[in-house]
T-cell receptor, first 116, second 113 residues
Framework: KAGVTQTPRYLIKTRGQQVTLSCSPI?????VSWYQQTPGQGLQFLFE???????NKGNFPGRFSGRQFSNSRSEMNVSTLELGDSALYLC???????????????FGEGSRLTVL | AQSVTQLDSHVSVSEGTPVLLRCNYS??????LFWYVQHPNKGLQLLLK??????LVKGINGFEAEFKKSETSFHLTKPSAHMSDAAEYFC???????????FGAGTTVTVRA
């Protein structure tokens, strides 16, 4: 069974640009959640999508957005990039809502974004 | 709102000796608790979870954790550390009312030969 796939794995952008990251969940998983990981702030929850609907959202500015498609694949977008957006962005999928019954998270290896 | 505190940012052990990673939580309701491990340049992997069944939970790779409600703790242990256990470990709590997850700051484990 294929795991969670994130693309691209590494990317470099400059301030002011935008970026789109992609996540393909494990087959049959309906929830996809996104996390930002930095040495200073640790792991922070961005948002969760379940059946194409955003179900939970963390405390990030509106520059961070996401969506989920009918096949459960998800994308997140960051507009007007800032230096502080440099991070490892992790995607996780689960059968049901993250944290709930059958909500164990399966993580991808992440997309490492560097903003210059 | 729930929160979780990992009491040690770094733990160093010798190979073959026990490992103890400490986690305290706060939650308004009966929580679900998880431990995840992250090896360098990898995503997180679930080690074990507590969801109100047995208070002693066994996970993968010889790890186990005990839920102690009176102490609001969920400490992770392993009787004998292996070099492959060198990684970062995260304690996570979920509030069963809204399923929002809170991650601890992580504990980095170093294993000495």
């Amino acid at each position: 069974k294929a795991g969670v796939t994130q693309t691209p794995r590494y990317l470099i952008k400059t301030r002011g640009q935008q970026v789109t990251l992609s996540c393909s969940p494990i087959s049959g998983h309906r929830s996809v959640s996104w996390y930002q990981q930095t040495p200073g702030q640790g792991l922070q929850f961005l948002f969760e999508y379940f059946s194409e609907t955003q179900r939970n959202k963390g405390n990030f500015p509106g520059r961070f957005s996401g969506r989920q498609f009918s096949n459960s694949r998800s994308e997140m977008n960051v507009s007007t990039l800032e230096l502080g957006d440099s991070a490892l962005y992790l995607c996780a999928s689960s059968l049901s809502l993250a944290g709930g019954p059958r909500g164990e998270l399966f993580f991808g290896e992440g997309s490492r974004l560097t903003v210059l | 709102a729930q929160s979780v505190t990992q009491l040690d940012s770094h733990v160093s052990v010798s190979e073959g000796t026990p490992v103890l990673l400490r986690c305290n939580y706060s939650s308004s309701y009966s929580p679900s608790l998880f431990w995840y491990v992250q090896h360098p340049n990898k995503g997180l992997q679930l080690l074990l979870k507590y969801t109100s069944a047995a208070t002693l939970v066994k996970g993968i790779n010889g790890f186990e954790a005990e839920f102690k409600k009176s102490e609001t703790s969920f400490h992770l242990t392993k009787p004998s550390a292996h070099m492959s256990d060198a990684a970062e470990y995260f304690c996570v709590v979920s509030d069963r009312t809204d399923y929002k997850l809170s991650f601890g700051a992580g504990t980095t484990v170093t294993v000495r030969a």
